[in-house]
């Protein structure tokens, strides 16, 4: 940097100015980077290069890419500098601990554990099968549903830590366990995850770009979103009418059962990312075979089953066994800090500490939480596979104390009690009818400048 000239540096406010579909400039480590071209090929999609557009994003790369990804940014090198680039302390001892991990082998070294949990979905899913198959007892079935749940559970681990980084070091025996535990026995598609939990994980807990906290009209974990605000993961007003007030009102009360059979969601989700023609999905044509071959199995399995009363036990029971899943992605970030806002790339470590939440469990119960007990320890390494975040949890709280950055951790227990609790103080306030509602589309419409 200082053998540029003058002329080749550029100021944090003219950098923010590109920060447009089409017009997409990053800093990273005081360098500008254009990506406007790239944003539609970025393996991690284009949400978290538009999120961050505009800023330097060193933290977010380092978090998110290994290595070997330093030598492809020279090509989107413009020439030019970020002006009075600093870096403040806490990101400095950030990014020692990465390269730290990276000279031990962390992120790398990912051991035998994914065959194992393989091995443990293929019995779970082979015990229900041949419990629905091979039994007439109606105790049977519904374990047999109960053990569907659970293989569930596991595949949507495998999913999730392949959305990170790659599980199995053949990339095309990665490819297809991504496909066949996501699409083909769960029935999610991998590319809808990967597109939401990027997301999330680059906007942890804004309330206008984090996917996980925009659930509405059923769950609002935050009073900021009585005001209708603009989401802008699903490109659309989250509007907070009549009918979403008298839901929310009730959420503290709603939130279990309706986490029994948040799995539709998922489903739905997933058709509808695939069904876009608006969106870019890799690979397009392997998601909806697999979700075929998911649509095809399933229904045929509880077709199976001797009568209506039974199938229904069935998949009442193998979706709510899964809601447990969907009620731990919950506790990590339900009770935590919120806010209103475009992600910001310098605070990495501020965001991801002030918006999660560790469960504080033995070590022969990591299989429960699959990693997200150590919620804190994941969003700052993203790519550390689970195996290791028990170990350099002691760091991180360390870094934490250094910083006075908060590191949360409680018991499975207090966390459904702080997510209640959150839950049922937005009810609350929601119940004031002294604040009144958002006029209907029509009146906003005609009232609405500029």
Known sequence: ???????????????????????????????VYNVSDWAQSHPGGELPLLNLAGQDVTDAFVAYH?????KHLDQFFNGYYLQHYTVSEVSKDYRKLVNEFSKMGLF??????????????AMLFSLSVYGVLCSDKTWVHLVSGGLMGLGWIQSGWLGHDSGHYQIISNKKINRFAQILTGNCLAGISIAWWKR?????????????????????????????????????????????????RFLVSYQHWTFYPVMCFARINLFAQSFMLLGSKRLRVPNRGQEILGLLVF?????????????????????????????????????????SSVYVGTPVGNDWCEKQTNGSLDIVCPSWMDWFHGGLQFQIEHHLFPRLPRRYLRKIAPLVKELCKKHNLPYTSVSFTEANTLTIGTLRAAALQA??????VPKNL?????????
Not at 199 to 226: R, Y
Request: glycine content about 6%.
């Open 1 to 31: 940097m200082a053998e540029s000239n003058n002329n080749n540096y550029i100021s944090s406010e003219d950098l923010a100015k590109h920060n447009k579909p089409g017009d997409l400039w990053i800093s990273i480590q005081g360098k």
């Open 442 to 450: 029509v009146w906003e419409a005609v009232h609405t400048y500029g």
């Open 196 to 244: 939401n939990h990027n997301a999330h994980h680059i906007a942890c807990n804004s309330l206008e770009f984090d996917p996980d906290l925009q659930h509405m009209p059923f769950f609002a974990v935050s009073s900021k979103l009585f005001k209708s605000l603009r989401s802008c993961y699903y490109d659309r007003k989250m509007n907070f009418d009549t009918f979403t």
């Open 295 to 335: 649509w095809i199995w399933f229904p045929l399995l509880v077709s199976c089953l001797s009568n209506w009363g039974e199938r229904v036990l069935f998949v009442v029971a193998s979706f709510s066994i899964t809601g447990v899943q969907h009620v731990q992605f919950c506790l990590n970030h339900f009770s």
């Open 66 to 70: 290994p290595g070997s990804a330093w």
């Open 108 to 121: 790398e070294n990912r051991g035998l554990g994914v065959y194992f949990q393989l091995f443990s979905v």
């Open 431 to 436: 119940r004031d009818l002294t604040s009144p």
